[in-house]
């Protein structure tokens, strides 16, 4: 999907973008990382779908049908480098409800379970990098 009309707009010395995003139609769970190794899994947001080269943040929400939130990890540059702007952050996707959805038995509060069809879901994310 691309970036809502209007956007990516200027805040100063940052650009701002609101992108809805879709998810994948078959979900991987997020592995997280030891650090310095960033986490692994979930669905990817790329800078470059948000009109960006790189991400300093994302604000992420709740999709449109209100059956998931989603949150931002950012995936950190080639070679570990953590802490510093990225050009893709892994997605996150939690259920809003206890109820099948996307094919699997989701318990609220807890992340997608893996196979997970997230395609008919969408999330509107506030997208910000530097100009």
Partial sequence: MRPLDGYPDSWGAQRASVVPHAGPASYTQVTAGTPPAVATGGDTLQAVSAG?????????????????RVEGIPKGRSGGATGQQTVNYTLRWIAAR??????????????????????????????IGPK
């Fill in 98 to 127: 206890t109820a099948s959805l996307g094919g699997q038995s989701q318990v609220v509060g807890t992340e997608a379970i893996s196979a997970t069809d997230l395609s008919a879901e969408v999330v509107r994310l506030l997208v």
């Fill in 52 to 68: 960006l080269k790189w991400i300093d943040f994302i604000g992420v929400g709740v999709t449109d049908s209100g059956n998931y």
